[in-house]
């Protein structure tokens, strides 16, 4: 059974930086696809980034392009988003989520078969 845990969500000013981290676990994943979400309240759940984990090719929402860094360590079976100058409007809960054999660029929940429970980033302006 595939687990991935969420950690490092907070409250951080305008401009600031935060490092979410997702730790996973329960199989090989190196034909895993693993990515970030967000839901804020009211709003559907949203894509933000995806990377392989073996090759570690990466793909952005437009709106985080430039500003967010998906990355994963393969000795540790984690992935990190990197968030920096932060908007109020990225506040949200954010999720991890993993799916095997996924095309790199899939951004609808659906698609995507494990998740995590979610961190709250909550972004003060």
């Known amino acids: 059974q595939v687990q991935l845990v969420e950690s490092g969500g907070g409250l951080v000013q305008a401009g600031g930086s935060l490092r979410l981290s997702c730790a996973a676990s329960?199989?090989?994943?190196?034909?895993?696809?693993m990515g970030w979400f967000r839901q804020a309240p009211g709003k559907e759940r949203d894509f933000i980034a995806a990377i392989r984990w073996s090759g570690g090719s990466t793909y952005y929402a437009d709106s985080v392009k430039g500003r967010f860094t998906i990355s994963r360590d393969y000795a540790k079976n984690t992935q990190y988003l990197q968030m920096n100058s932060l908007k109020p409007e990225d506040t949200a809960v954010y999720y991890c989520a993993a799916s095997p054999s996924l095309v790199l660029g899939r951004k609808t929940p659906d698609e995507w078969r494990y998740w995590g429970q979610g961190t709250q980033v909550t972004v003060s302006s």
């Open positions: 329960g199989r090989t994943f190196s034909s895993y696809v």
